[in-house]
């Protein structure tokens, strides 16, 4: 102050020395418990836009208010592992229990066999035996089984020959009983050939007036079922089978009428029969007619099958042609129906059981073919007949017209 310098004090700086010390809980040896802290971060999501990488991870750790929190601390977290160990617990326990369910039931469904036991087989001494001879007997002859095939309707789209004088005789069956194919009247008599021999008249002049007397035709009679009917003079006739249930009428040609006959069941009726034995059939496509000897009959409405009928049997008349697929003779088996007459059938036991012999009546004696069924050639057999008589009355000449065929 008097003259006295003042000593200046040069101060150094102070170093900035940072001293971490151990905290009092970890002297002496002791184990103190760590608590971490849950920290909230907060950021700041406008300075993090256009920053880089590093200067990311430096705001990071600056928003950090103690460091990162202990994950394992979080309540969060011990509900979640806890929630998954409880559903591994449940769903083991659960399948243990259906697995011992299903073991069960497959123990208890599992039959329990009985043993087996087979009896002692008792085995007896064996008495040797003689042989003993067959008597020898004479075999009694057995009656044929006759066993019936359906019928074989002909075909409804078939075609009928040429009829050039339009008398409803074919020009081939005109030469059956000796006729003028050119002219519909071959005798002149005011009535047309087909018309003639619709009545079971002869259509070749004024006498004889009866077709049966004329010497065109044939009277068979069914040995075994007793039924008649006329047949052409010249045409073959034979037995399919020998009680006489199946007769064919066949031309040289190949062409034939079918005879069957069937037996009524008791209490069976037509329509019942009908539709047992012609299933392929339409009861509706028949009409009622009647021959010349009032035996009733269903006729298809073709002309080619006629089905007569009593109280016990059935008779049926069915035209069956060749590969031609031509019906030539529809009049012969109208004729055949018109001419029809059912008689007594011989009983059963009393019916033939060899090739029938074949009854005829005509006007003369004449050769006629019994031989197989359908064939033009056979035994010639030659039959003394009576003169026929028929016992059906004449329609008078009046009373035949055109209408009523």
Do not use: C
């Not at 150094?12 to 151990?22: H, N, Q, Y």
């Not at 042609?321 to 019906?327: A, K, P, Q, R």
Request: charged share 20%; hydrophobic share 35%; aromatic share 10%.
């Amino acid at each position: 102050m008097f003259g006295k310098k003042e000593e200046k004090i040069v101060s150094s700086p102070e170093a900035s020395i940072k001293v971490v010390t151990m905290p009092h809980d970890f002297y002496a040896g002791a184990n103190p418990t760590v608590k971490f802290k849950e920290v909230e971060q907060t950021i700041d999501l406008n300075k993090l836009a256009g920053i880089k990488e590093h200067e990311k991870k430096a705001l990071h750790a600056a928003t950090a208010a103690q460091g990162a929190a202990n994950t394992l601390s979080s309540k969060r977290w011990v509900w979640v592992v806890g929630s998954i160990v409880l559903f591994l617990i449940f769903a083991g326990g659960a399948g243990i229990y259906y697995w011992w369910q299903g073991r069960s039931k497959i123990i208890a469904q599992t039959p329990v066999l009985p043993p087996i036991t087979t009896p002692p087989v008792n085995q007896e001494p064996v008495v040797p035996t003689t042989p003993v001879e067959p008597a020898t007997t004479t075999p009694e002859p057995e009656l044929p089984v006759i066993t019936e095939a359906g019928l074989e309707f002909p075909s409804k789209l078939l075609a009928e020959s040429v009829d050039f004088d339009a008398d409803k005789v074919s020009d081939v069956a005109e030469e059956l009983f000796a006729t003028d194919p050119s002219n519909a009247d071959t005798d002149k008599d005011g009535y047309q050939d087909g018309h003639e021999l619709y009545y079971l008249y002869n259509p070749n002049g004024a006498e004889p007036k009866k077709l049966i007397d004329s010497g065109f035709v044939r009277n068979y009679i069914s040995p075994g079922f007793g039924y008649e009917l006329y047949y052409p003079n010249n045409w073959a006739i034979g037995a399919v089978d020998v009680a006489g249930r199946q007769m064919l009428f066949s031309t040289l040609t190949g062409e034939n009428i079918e005879v069957r006959v069937f037996d009524l069941l008791p209490g069976q009726t037509f329509a019942e029969w009908f539709a047992l034995n012609a299933p392929q059939e339409n009861l509706g496509d028949y009409t009622d007619m009647q021959s010349r000897f009032n035996a009733n009959a269903k006729m298809r409405s073709d002309g080619l099958v006629y089905i007569f009928y009593d109280s016990t049997h059935v008779f049926a008349l069915l035209y069956h042609t060749t590969e031609s697929n031509t019906v030539n003779y529809k009049v012969v088996i109208q004729t055949m129906a018109r001419s029809f007459k059912i008689g007594e059938p011989m009983p059963p036991e009393m019916r033939p059981v060899g090739e029938p012999e074949m009854i005829f009546e005509a006007g003369a004696p004449e050769t006629m073919s019994t031989g197989s069924a359908g064939s033009a050639e056979g035994e010639s057999t030659t039959t003394s007949t009576e003169t026929a008589t028929t016992t059906g009355e004449e329609i008078p000449s009046e009373l035949m017209s055109e209408a009523e065929l």
